[in-house]
T-cell receptor, first 112, second 113 residues
């Protein structure tokens, strides 16, 4: 089945220690998104790629970076995680911008 | 900018009750509208969508109609089950405009046996 895969499902990191979350898709979609979701809140868009074109949301902290080395994979790098970065991180894809999105299961990040 | 307003939860119902979750939106263009569902500890899943005025989206007994005149996209189900307990998000994006997805704050649904 075509899908969006996120690894790992649970990640524990130490305060200030860089961490990378990964996302892959078999849908061959053009757009990949990264969201941060905190408890009982809506997902907050961090950035998205349309093909290789990177789009950063204005209020995304500089601490968050992303890479998309090819169509199938996208990575979220958190350079110096703080306690406030503990959250669920969701990857999503869509064929084109503005269309319905397909989400992965998420990575739950804990910062100790 | 675009925005989505959902009714506050939690919505608590008994099994087989009728469900309505209200959603209204503000958009400058001609957005597509979506309902997503999130089960505990999981990502969001697309439940249904509508891309133009008067379209009705439906899936798994849920339905919603795109009402341009009232800028609404209310989610309904005739008879809920315990397995429908989840958080429901109304969302919009405009393929011809800003295309940035905008989500409502989510409405938690709890269905008791």
């Amino acid at each position: 089945d075509a899908m969006v895969i996120q690894n790992p499902r649970y990640q524990v990191t130490q305060f200030g220690k860089p961490v990378t979350l990964s996302c892959s898709q078999t849908l061959n979609h053009n757009v990949m998104y990264w969201y941060q979701q905190k408890s009982s809140q809506a997902p907050k868009l961090l950035f998205h790629y349309y093909d290789k074109d990177f789009n950063n949301e204005a209020d995304t902290p500089d601490n968050f970076q992303s890479r998309r080395p090819n169509t199938s994979f996208c990575f979220l790098d958190i350079r110096s995680p703080g306690l406030g970065d503990a959250a669920m991180y969701l990857c999503a894809t869509s064929m084109y911008r503005g269309r319905e999105q397909y989400f992965g299961p998420g990575t739950r990040l804990t910062v100790t | 900018g675009d925005s989505v307003t959902q009714m506050e939860g939690p919505v608590t119902l008994s099994e087989e009750a009728f469900l309505t979750i209200n959603c209204t939106y503000t958009a400058t263009g001609y957005p597509s509208l979506f309902w997503y569902v999130q089960y505990p500890g999981e990502g969001l899943q697309l439940l249904l969508k509508a891309t133009k005025a008067d379209d009705k989206g439906s899936n798994k007994g849920f339905e919603a109609t795109y009402r341009k005149e009232t800028t609404s996209f209310h989610l309904e189900k005739g008879s809920v089950q315990v397995s429908d307990s989840a958080v429901y998000f109304c969302a919009l994006s405009d393929p011809g405009g800003s295309y940035i997805p905008t989500f409502g704050r989510g409405t938690s649904l709890i269905v008791h046996p």
